[in-house]
């Protein structure tokens, strides 16, 4: 699997959109961008994911650039517990595979 | 849909003593399960890939004999620390594959 880069942590207002950026300048043809979020002394939770084109649910929204080698995950009203570690993972399709977590990055949301 | 179950949801133990702990998938049948182990302040290393029916394969430096591992049904896979020691004490979560990865909320083991 390719390797991601994420910043170790971020601050985000309540109420405003949390940015988080990740690098993946090695990522190959076939594998998808993948985001988890993990909440203290939970399991992750599946936030999204994408190929190439941009791709928005209830939880996020996620943009690729058109190179495929960075993306960016945006909570568009970022609550108090959206606080977690957010992971950017990226992956081959998904039959069969693990998933390699890095150390992502740990969000917090200030009131 | 999609969830998965872990039990019991944090354990204590002695040293020297082995310890079960169970993954289930409640709404759908995984052939394939996950296990994971992530230490305080540390992200999530995987151990093992769990599959029905068939053997497990591990990660390196996960010991097999003291890790083991069984998935003897499509909503079950169980992984049991044998002569646990402190060193084993850890957050081990495990994850089903219905398509993507869906995860347990985790199982806490101290061993004192």
């Known amino acids: 699997d390719a390797k991601t880069t994420q910043p170790p942590s971020m601050d985000c207002a309540e109420g405003r959109a949390a940015n988080l950026p990740c690098n993946h300048s090695?990522?190959?043809?076939?594998?998808?961008v993948y985001w988890y979020r993990q909440i203290h002394s939970q399991g992750p939770q599946y936030i999204i994911h994408?190929?190439?084109n941009n791709e928005t649910n209830e939880m996020a929204s996620l943009i690729i650039t058109e190179d495929r080698k960075s993306s960016t995950l945006i909570l568009p009203h970022a609550t108090l517990r959206d606080t977690a570690v957010y992971y950017c993972?990226?992956?081959?399709?998904?039959?069969?595979?693990?998933?390699?977590f890095g150390a992502g990055t740990r969000l917090t949301v200030k009131p | 849909g999609a969830v998965v179950s872990q039990h019991p949801s944090w354990v204590i133990c002695k040293s020297g003593t082995s310890v079960k702990i169970e993954c289930r998938s409640l709404?759908?049948?995984?052939?394939?399960m996950f296990w994971y182990r992530q230490f305080p302040k540390q992200s999530l290393m995987l151990m093992a890939t769990?599959?029905?029916?068939?053997?497990?394969?591990?990660e390196q430096g996960v010991e097999k004999d003291k890790f083991l591992i069984n998935h003897a049904s499509l909503t079950l896979s169980t992984l049991t620390v044998t002569s646990a020691h402190p060193e084993d004490s850890s957050f081990y979560i495990c994850?089903?594959?219905?398509?993507?990865?869906?995860f347990g909320p985790g199982t806490r083991l101290t061993v004192t």
């Open positions: 994850s089903a594959l219905w398509g993507e990865q869906y």
């Open positions: 090695t990522i190959s043809g076939n594998e998808y």
């Open positions: 994408g190929l190439k």
């Open positions: 993972i990226v992956r081959e399709t998904y039959n069969n595979n693990d998933m390699r």
């Open positions: 709404d759908f049948q995984a052939t394939t």
């Open positions: 769990s599959n029905e029916g068939s053997k497990a394969t591990y």
